[in-house]
């Protein structure tokens, strides 16, 4: 199947500090970016989205860039708690409405 | 139920069996996909559909594989004459989605395994 891809599978970050979780994009003509959560045998859930025309979102202790130059999206997390941890897949969509996702990025919070 | 709801949450079966996946979206919801998630790894995209009408199967592994949805209501994923192969979680998703933009409402997800 199709898929995103992700720089790194594994991501170790001691509680409190922040947390960056990159992913980068082949089409050009995806317009629509998406980041979701999944944690132990569950669904993804929403967390935040962005369109082709911006390049920063910012939420509560979440903020989405996007570098549509080099096709790169990242994910940022203040104060990473353990309540994070989790999977986090980045997801891309063009006008067809067809949702692909990428391989995933497993945050591990450390004590 | 307000969230999308997928039976059966487990599944196995024998190498060769059909197996049906049943996904109900949320009520109103016009878009639905199928996921496919193999231990420790990504979703790859299987198909979805805009009410009855699926515009995009391209991610279907193979012709055992097929799909179907009522209206804008249930969907049922089929896999014939199921391999080992196919053991996975089938996650489920569905949108008030218009074109550019929604949010996916998932399932927990159908685990399969295939003996």
């Known amino acids: 199947g199709e898929s995103v891809g992700l720089h790194l599978p594994t991501l170790s970050v001691q509680e409190g500090d922040n947390s960056i979780i990159n992913c980068a994009y082949s089409n050009s003509a995806s317009d629509y970016f998406i980041w979701y959560k999944q944690e132990s045998g569950k669904g993804p859930q929403f967390i935040m989205d962005?369109?082709?025309?911006?390049d920063k979102r910012q939420g509560q202790r979440v903020t989405v860039l996007l570098n549509k130059t080099v096709k790169h999206l990242s994910l940022q997390i203040a104060a990473t708690q353990p309540g994070d941890s989790a999977v986090y897949f980045c997801a891309e969509s063009s006008r067809d409405d067809k949702i692909i996702f990428g391989k995933g990025t497993r945050l591990h919070i450390l004590p | 139920g307000a969230g999308v709801s997928q039976s059966p949450s487990n599944k196995v079966t024998e190498k060769g069996k059909d197996v049906e996946l049943r996904c109900d979206p949320i009520s109103g919801h016009t878009a639905l996909y199928w996921y496919r998630q193999r231990l420790g790894q990504g979703l790859e995209f299987l198909i979805y559909?805009?009410?009855?009408?699926?515009?995009?199967k391209s991610g279907l592994p193979s012709d055992r594989f097929s799909a179907e949805r009522t209206g804008e209501s249930v969907s049922t994923l089929t896999i014939q004459r199921t391999q080992q192969e196919d053991s996975a979680v089938y996650l489920c998703a569905s949108s008030h989605r218009t074109r550019g933009g929604g949010e996916l409402f998932f399932g927990e997800g159908s685990r399969l395994t295939v003996l």
């Open positions: 559909f805009q009410g009855n009408s699926a515009p995009d």
């Open positions: 962005i369109r082709s025309n911006m």
